[in-house]
């Protein structure tokens, strides 16, 4: 294992019960902790492309994507269907990360050349196991969630989304010529580098729940 897979799960294992805590106590918290993010993300992004044409427009999206976030969360006062779009982000990408490591293969796209084809069918496949499992398991304390065809279905577009994100933030990483958008989080690099499949996701969600779709 080498050091910079080390540093990946060691902040991980330290970040996921800050983060969770922050989602189930409340919405000043969780409201304060997202206008902290999006400085940091909103600088990241400035710093890559400030010379760069689209410099603001991407400004422009990236708080429209922390609006929708913000209104997921608030969504009848029930950070669930919030929960079940960030686990799907999670879970992609670590899918995605563990399984284009494992079985490696042919390259997506030249754009980010750590993806690969096993990588996307790994995000979809931990996506489905992971939320599956978790939220049978929370029916135990929670009201149950009954997954439908439909429900994998948006699963399934999520995590396309998420993953379409991830391959977007590369290409703009890619035009700046650097690796990481930061170093905030030791062996992941920027918050943008970790939020990038999100901040595509939570959009595209906000779109499907405006429709009165529900997503579970």
């Known amino acids: 294992m080498n050091e910079e897979l080390k540093k990946r799960i060691l902040s991980s294992i330290l970040l996921f019960p800050i983060i969770m805590f922050i989602i189930i106590n409340g919405s000043i918290i969780f409201n304060l902790f997202l206008i902290i993010c999006l400085s940091i993300i909103l600088y990241e992004w400035y710093l890559m492309s400030k010379k760069k044409k689209y410099c603001y427009l991407g400004i422009i999206f990236l708080i429209f994507s922390f609006y929708t976030i913000y209104k997921i969360y608030n969504l009848n006062n029930d950070y669930l269907t919030f929960l079940f779009i960030l686990l799907i982000c999670i879970s992609t990408d670590i899918g995605g990360y563990v399984f284009g490591k494992l079985f490696k293969g042919p390259k997506l796209t030249y754009i980010s050349p750590n993806k690969t084809y096993f990588g996307v069918i790994g995000g ?13 398991f929370s029916s135990l304390f929670l009201n149950k969630i009954d997954f439908t065809i439909s429900t994998y279905i ?16 590369s290409y703009f990483k890619r035009m700046s010529n650097i690796k990481d958008t930061g170093n905030i989080i030791p062996g992941h690099g920027g918050l943008l580098d970790r939020a990038d499949g999100m901040i595509f996701a939570f959009p595209f969600s906000y779109l499907i729940l405006l429709t009165n779709f529900k997503l579970f």
């Not at 577009?157 to 379409?164: E, F, N």
């Open 124 to 136: 979809y496949i931990l996506s489905f196991m992971f939320l599956t499992i978790l939220f049978q």
């Open 154 to 169: 948006k699963i399934f577009l999520i995590s396309t989304v998420s993953q379409i994100g991830d391959i977007l933030i």
